[in-house]
């Protein structure tokens, strides 16, 4: 069974940043993508960022030029870079991994943007 970890939510300021982490169990070069998801309370699960395991990366449009996805394949790990912030961007984000027929996820780690 896949296990994805995420960790580095938190309480942060309006315009400030966080790193969010996911650590995979296995080779991440065996999924074919790999990406974040959140979900704020009362509205449904929405895509943040993904990579491909070619590296093709694709964002939401509320996130372009303030989030970067990026991956550390020596170490199973991807990372979501977060900046500038906003309230709007409080949610439980969710660490991704998909192949074909199968999708995992995470636990859940909390960022709240509030000053």
């Known amino acids: 069974q896949v296990q994805l970890v995420e960790s580095g939510g938190g309480l942060v300021q309006p315009g400030g940043s966080l790193r969010l982490s996911c650590a995979a169990s296995?080779?991440?070069?065996?999924?074919?993508?790999m990406g974040w998801y959140r979900q704020a309370p009362g509205k449904e699960r929405e895509l943040v960022a993904v990579?491909?395991?070619?590296?093709?990366?694709n964002y939401a449009n509320s996130v372009k030029g303030r989030f970067t996805i990026s991956r550390d394949n020596a170490n199973n790990m991807v990372y979501l870079q977060m900046n500038s912030l906003k309230p709007e961007d409080t949610a439980v984000y969710y660490c991704?991994?998909?192949?074909?027929?199968?999708?995992?996820w995470g636990q859940g780690t909390q960022v709240t943007v509030s000053s």
């Open positions: 991704n991994a998909k192949r074909p027929l199968y999708e995992y």
């Open positions: 990579m491909s395991s070619g590296g093709t990366t």
């Open positions: 296995e080779n991440i070069f065996r999924f074919a993508f």
